[in-house]
């Protein structure tokens, strides 16, 4: 048995941690806005992923805490595991989530999963990651795999939010890539990072849905419109922004694909509440 398992400290103590569950120690806390936090916590030594797959985490908060989907926002060889959240005022986890600090405990169920893994698409000269809010998560872990690079020539990560404050994580995190020792050389000229906003004036404005539509996106970038023979896609976003990109994906000849059966383009709901 991990030893960790056995002792719980921080302020969320007093439960005994659930059997097959890792409970990991917060290593930091970063809060971007209202709505939008940054966390990392200690990684079990047996614990695997694939970058881009999601983890259930919960709190030691109650005798059967809450626990949500949550996609691990580091990459497969980091040393810790990042996480990118929402805080919802009333939402059963993230209200007590959004007041974690450093030393507190979060508990961790073992068997990671998910589609938006490299192994779920087939090769490709371009890979685009469309993203919405924390929907950038999984696509934080893959744009710094190395792995992401061998598979295809050029990484356009897309991220829309409401306000322009809600990108500073995907920023930070994209100029950290272009100077990471391991992926920086890989990343560089080849990872593309593409922002919009909705709801206030930004350099960029509009859905991702639209600036597709209306051809702005593929103007902007200087690339012709997507095609199956080039062109490959992840969606992670809220569930209408998930179905609208789908469908436009499909609309261009994309076809989904899943873990035992790749294909042009991969969806994964990472939304909690
Ligand atoms: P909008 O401001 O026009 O609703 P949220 O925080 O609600 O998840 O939204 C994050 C971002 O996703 C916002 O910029 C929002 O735009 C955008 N969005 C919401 N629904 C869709 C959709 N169906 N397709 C594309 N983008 C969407």
Redesign the pocket.
């Known amino acids: 048995m991990d030893e960790r398992v056995a002792t719980v400290q921080g302020e969320a103590s007093g439960f005994p941690v659930p059997q097959g569950v890792f409970a990991e120690t917060v290593t930091s806390v970063q809060h971007y806005t209202d709505r939008l936090f940054k966390f990392r916590i200690t990684r079990p030594a047996s614990f695997r992923f694939r970058s881009g797959e999601f983890v259930m985490i919960g709190l030691p908060n109650a005798a059967k805490p809450v626990y949500r989907a949550y996609s691990i926002a580091s990459p497969s060889w980091d040393e810790e595991i990042e996480f990118f959240s929402i805080k919802v005022e009333d939402g059963p986890l993230t209200e007590h989530l959004q007041r974690i600090e450093v030393g507190d405990t979060i508990l961790m169920r073992r068997k990671p999963t998910g589609t938006l893994v490299n192994d779920a698409l087939l090769p490709g000269k371009r890979v685009y990651m469309f993203s ?2 924390t929907g950038i998560a999984p696509f934080a872990s893959l744009i710094r795999d190395p792995e992401t690079y061998e598979k295809f020539d050029e990484v356009i990560l897309t991220q ?3 306000e322009a404050a809600e990108l500073t994580y995907g920023k930070e995190l994209v100029a950290q890539v272009m100077d990471d020792p391991l992926v920086g050389e890989l990343a560089q000229g080849r990872l593309r990072h593409y922002c919009s906003v ?2 206030e004036a930004y350099a960029c404005t509009g ?3 639209d600036l597709m539509v209306s051809g702005q996106l593929f103007s902007d970038l200087g690339v012709p419109p997507i095609t199956p023979e080039t062109d490959r896609g992840m969606i992670c ?2 569930m ?2 998930l179905r ?2 789908k469908a436009l994906l499909e609309g261009f000849g994309l076809v989904e694909g899943a873990n035992n059966k790749p294909a042009t383009f991969v969806v994964e709901r990472a939304f909690v509440d």
Do not use: N, V
Request: charged letters at 25%; aromatic letters at 0%; hydrophobic letters at 20%.
């Open positions: 919405t809010g829309t939010c409401r909705t709801r859905r991702i849905t976003g809220s209408a922004m609208d990109t």
